[in-house]
């Protein structure tokens, strides 16, 4: 969807180490590359800079287990002992071991709408490698719809179709997020991931990504940052417009903390 390139600047020399929460399609795995050619040493080489040991940054919903994966100190030992200057999380936030003032904890956001197309056209591409091997028809149901049954679901211990249902906030809310069936996602999750939001260093917009400002705001946090220019190719698979209006629907609380950090983040750039 886009073309990434990179600035280097030398004030990422005695920085605190990363760690970027990776919300699922919305541009985590390019931050990750992005990264390595920076020249960052990443905790996860390879798994898009998901730490791999006891820590468990990876499996997307920590296979459905409610615990800590580890705390700020031990993390930090972590990436001290190993010089890494870069992780990401791709899960559900927790409380404590996650967000750490011994790291700069940066995101990035994105229209949820623009979110599920992505993640509709992603799942597309070989819808029999996902889940219980759902079908194309079983996938548009799910992702533009909300009937899910147990697509997206097989290997995860979760509710199905949470993917759909709110997810930003749901991942803010931590294990309970995850855990809230579908179609309840309520204010007090909106309240809790507000909350959690306003713990990070940096908030970023995949949608202004190429703004002067994101690109000020990077360089004076992490040290360096994104130059994005857009690819003119277009998703295969596409919503209906009934479709879109629906998803909007579902999505109230995702919308409403986009809209949220964004007025934030306006104030902070001006």
């Not at 994966?69 to 890494?84: A, D, I, M, P, V």
Request: with cysteine; hydrophobic share 35%; charged share 25%.
């Amino acid at each position: 969807e886009t073309e990434r390139t990179i600035s280097k600047l030398p004030s990422r020399l005695g920085r605190k180490p990363v760690l970027f929460t990776h919300i699922h399609k919305n541009g985590g795995t390019a931050m990750c590359w992005l990264a390595q050619s920076m020249g960052e040493k990443v905790a996860g080489q390879g798994s898009n800079c998901n730490y791999q040991g006891d820590a468990l940054d990876n499996n997307f919903f920590a296979s459905g287990t409610k615990r800590n994966w580890t705390n700020c100190s031990e993390r930090s030992h972590l990436f001290q002992s190993n010089g890494f200057t870069w992780g990401q999380i791709e899960r559900e936030i927790q409380k404590d071991g996650d967000l750490c003032d011994q790291f700069l904890n940066v995101i990035t956001l994105r229209d949820p709408v623009d979110r599920l197309s992505s993640l509709l056209n992603y799942l597309m591409r070989d819808p029999s490698s996902h889940g219980n091997h759902p079908n194309e028809t079983e996938l548009r149901a799910c992702v533009e719809y909300g009937e899910c049954g147990d697509v997206l679901r097989a290997s995860w211990k979760v509710p199905a179709g949470i993917q759909v249902d709110n997810y930003l906030t749901r991942v803010l809310n931590g294990y309970d997020g995850m855990q809230t069936p579908f179609g309840q996602v309520g204010e007090k999750h909106l309240e809790l991931a507000k909350a959690t939001l306003d713990k990070y260093d940096l908030v970023l917009f995949l949608e202004h990504s190429d703004n002067n400002l994101a690109r000020n705001r990077m360089d004076a946090v992490i040290g360096w940052h994104v130059d994005v220019r857009r690819n003119p190719s277009v998703h295969k698979y596409e919503f209906t417009k009934a479709a879109k209006a629906q998803l909007i629907d579902r999505n109230k609380f995702d919308y409403e903390l986009y809209s949220y950090a964004l007025a934030k983040w306006k104030v902070a750039t001006s």
